[in-house]
């Protein structure tokens, strides 16, 4: 079955850097785009990004171009979301989400059990 | 960037009573669209896409129905499990945008 497996919650400081993965398992990882959606504490959903793993292709929400960078290990069926200059305002468990089809634009019929990155000085 | 909206942003339900949440696009967004559970600690859990179609393993009291700007998602039977927060997404623009979610908590 489909598993998408995150690291482990992170802290860091204000104008860090947070480097969090995703382990896919269970399918062939180059067929599926990956996202990736935060949610802050006590809010909704916001979709940062997707990463082709076929061919390392990336689309970033703008508010994100610049501190933003999505990768891929495809020896190891892994994903990377790194976030830079971090801020409070990052506060949130961070997502990577799989579609259910070979197209870019869907929903998300996978996700990982979430990684918390709490920034505080 | 296309705009969700969702009413209401919290409903008091007894078990057994039929929900009805709305999900509004602020342009229109045909039939791609996706609805979510997300229960606390949990990752969302995929319900509907398409509108209307209900996703692998998801009970026949869930049902999906709306195109252009409005939507809507209907829980037939409200079990005790499905108090959680409900979220729409559209898929028809980048980025892909949420709704702000409605509550469902027992009454």
């Known amino acids: 079955q489909v598993q998408l497996v995150q690291s482990g919650a992170e802290v860091k400081k204000p104008g860090a850097s947070v480097k969090v993965s995703c382990k896919s398992s269970?399918?062939?990882?180059?067929?599926?785009?990956l996202h990736w959606v935060r949610q802050a504490p006590g809010q909704g959903l916001e979709w940062m990004g997707w990463?082709?793993?076929?061919?390392?292709?990336?689309k970033y929400v703008q508010k994100f171009q610049g501190r933003v960078t999505m990768t891929t290990d495809t020896s190891i069926s892994t994903a990377y979301m790194e976030l830079s200059r971090l801020r409070s305002d990052d506060t949130a468990i961070y997502y990577c989400?799989?579609?259910?089809?070979?197209?870019?634009?869907?929903?998300?019929?996978?996700w990982g059990q979430g990684t918390l990155v709490s920034v505080s000085s | 960037e296309i705009v969700m909206t969702q009413s209401p942003a919290t409903l008091s339900v007894s078990p057994g009573e039929r929900v009805t949440l709305s999900c509004r696009a602020s342009?229109?967004?045909?039939?791609?669209l996706g609805w979510y559970q997300q229960k606390p600690g949990q990752a969302p859990r995929l319900l509907i896409h398409?509108?209307?179609t209900r996703a692998a393993g998801i009970p026949p009291r869930f049902s999906g129905s709306g195109s252009g700007t409005e939507f809507t998602l209907t829980i037939s039977s409200l079990q005790s499990e499905d108090f959680a927060v409900y979220y729409c997404?559209?898929?028809?623009?980048?980025?892909?945008?949420f709704g702000p979610g409605t509550k469902v908590e027992i009454k």
């Open positions: 269970g399918y062939t990882f180059t067929d599926f785009y």
């Open positions: 997404q559209q898929y028809n623009n980048w980025p892909l945008t």
């Open positions: 398409g509108a209307s």
């Open positions: 990463i082709n793993p076929k061919n390392g292709d990336t």
């Open positions: 989400a799989r579609v259910p089809a070979r197209v870019v634009a869907t929903v998300f019929n996978h």
């Open positions: 342009q229109s967004i045909s039939n791609t």
